[in-house]
């Protein structure tokens, strides 16, 4: 063949290729792999074929962007991630769009649950530009890694402009980019920095009021969160509110407090079928959610339902727990134990799908008493999402709703159970959302903590059970060989996140058991941790090694997870007062004092601290029972969800400081204890309530 007819070939296969819809251009030709086929993360697998030349961050990557004078692009996202699927469509699996990437860029994808430093890190980039955050994340970066650019879903036409002119600009001004980056990395580094005050400041009630205040502005208090087109479930700031209202007597507090549950629980945010909360709600009803479904989510969940329900006993929130506990079961655990990080909101390439019902589906699979099972999930004719499915939704007043209907409990429970089961089945026939199977240490831990205080709420074992099983599998590690991921045969990183979420874990278990295996694990965690993380002249833990990021990362601020620092103050704070150990209550002194002004200013988005400066401005009590029935009385105490109050016991005698030369053989003494000061025992637990009091 000579080389005109190869010449006319190629052009004549181009030529049909171009006349192809951009979809089958760009995915259906497209079979080899980039560097992302070598890695286990289910995101960055979901990459693996796209035309663009994909890189893991790592060193190499950065040395080759700095060898060729290329800009990188750093994209982060998550598996489950439903705009992160529609960006990879349009843009990640196009042809031109990958040759511009490959051609003038080094494109880096990292899951940000694998790697939540660089997302924190880039994340504040994107605040500091006074761009919205979220996912996905796509910065542009010089070589070094500086951002220049970010934001979030770009459409293809919108990624392509974004780039071409990045490109042409740092070809032709280079300086200028350069010199955007060097101020946006200072301004980096001072917001991810802490600032030690000169003076150590008093704290006081008005730095809560102050935060209040300004907090209660915000609160939608018809249908519970916060004023908005889209509500987020933000378990921390409830369940600190939970403790400030009580302790308080705010009734205004909990009447928010209770209507935000109360909304969440029967709305669409909730699955009324399988169990579970999704990610947030897309409308200000909880009615529309967005559907993917998040470990740490859950996990919190069912930690504020447990508490909430010892407060306001209302039997909705433990059929919450109870459905939240039989989903992550059912759908979220692993093979060889542990629980996965998230469900796809995606199903068959379409959002929700694995969840909605058109109403075909559900008046041919109920047969009868449609009536009844229409008022009862809230099905309206003209009430279609996207003018085609049914959301599920379940009435606040289960009360009124039996008896305006003639239902007994009796018969409304069988009715239910009929219901849901045969929803379920018919739903499992569709298949399953896509799984990550990603086992996350911090996340884990923090079902450890949600399953632990299930146990103390409802006395129900199985709670238990679950949590010290889940406990010894994600602690089976030496503190030295701690992972935030663990991969057969892989080392991963560690974040201060990981070990003071396993050390609360620990002492969430030692509360719940009396065990003080737990109590030690917690103090030995927490030990290595600041060897390791703790900086000393900032009295604060950096997020992780530093070695790879901008600036050090200090994260006092609450966002889907908990604040590394806040929590740290917290388990510092108890095992101080358990153990009598003065170097963790110092710590946990420390870190209030760097923090009295994110507190005062924006209690909502640091409620971490918030719990801890309760600890410090209300009363706070150990209640150490020893004796033959120290374990009953305090599984008694822990039901009751007394904030403020720190519940020990033990059968035997214990070298621990609140139980020494306080045991009488025979007897089943409680001390009520303040400031290492503790009452004369009394004998029974009334007694101890009103001494509380």
Known sequence: MNEMTKSLKVLLVLLALLSWPESL?????????????????????????????????????????????RLLVISVGYASCHWCHVMEEESFEDLAAADLMNGSFINIKV????????????????????????????????????????????SKTQW???????????HSQPEKLRSFGADLKNGIVAALSVQVPEEAAQLGVSDIANGMAEWQKKWDLDWGGLKGDQKFMRPNSLDFLLSYGQLSKDSLVLSYVETTLDKMASGGIFDQIGGGFYRYSTDPYWKVPHFEKMLYDNAQLIQLYSKAFKFFKKEPYKEVVAQTYDFLEREMKLPKGG????????????????????????????????????????????????????ILKAPEDTALFKATHGLTQESFEALQSEWKQ??????????????????????????????????????DSRYLKAATQLYELISAQAPE????????????????QDYVLLSQAALALYFSTNNSFYLDAAENNMTYLNSRFYHAEKSAYAFGDTAELMAPLYVFSDGVMPSDNGVAAQVNFLIGHIKFNSEATKKAAQTM??????????????????????????????LAILGPQAFDFAKKINQLGLPNVLVVGSQTPSELPLFQDRFYAGETLLYVCKDYSCKLPVSTVSEALEQLQ
Do not use: C
Not at 481 to 492: D, N, P, S, V
Not at 611 to 622: C, G, I, N, W
């Open 339 to 390: 629980y996965a990080a998230a469900l796809d909101a995606d199903f068959n390439g379409e959002e929700g799908l694995f969840y909605v019902w058109t109403p075909q589906e559900l008046k041919a699979l109920i047969s009868g008493r449609w009536e009844l099972f229409s008022a009862y999930y809230g099905l309206l004719e003209n009430d279609l999402w996207e003018d085609r499915y049914w």
């Open 25 to 69: 251009r760009s995915q259906d030709l497209y079979t080899q792999t980039n560097e992302l086929s070598t890695q286990s993360s289910p995101y960055l697998l979901q990459h693996a074929k796209n035309p663009v030349a994909w890189k893991i961050w790592n060193n190499k990557a950065l040395k080759k962007a700095k060898d060729l004078d």
């Open 160 to 170: 392509m402009a974004v780039l071409k002119q990045l490109k042409d600009l740092y």
């Open 481 to 496: 060989e701690l992972r935030h991921i663990y991969k057969a045969g892989e080392a991963t990183p560690v974040f201060t």
């Open 422 to 459: 045969l929803l379920l089945r018919a739903r499992n026939e569709r298949g399953a959302p896509l799984r990550d199977h990603k086992l996350i240490t911090s996340w884990n831990a923090l079902l450890v903590s949600g399953y632990a205080e299930a146990y103390n709420a409802f006395g």
């Open 111 to 154: 899951d940000r649950e694998e790697r939540p430093d660089l997302d924190q890190t880039y994340m504040a980039a994107l605040s500091l530009m006074g761009k919205q955050t979220g996912w996905p994340l796509n910065i542009v970066a010089l070589p070094d890694g500086t951002p220049i650019y970010g934001g979030t879903y770009h």
């Open 593 to 622: 004092q760097n923090a009295q002004a994110f507190v005062s200013s924006d209690l909502e988005n640091y409620t971490q601290l918030g719990q801890v400066y309760l600890y410090e401005l209300y009363p706070y009590f150990e």
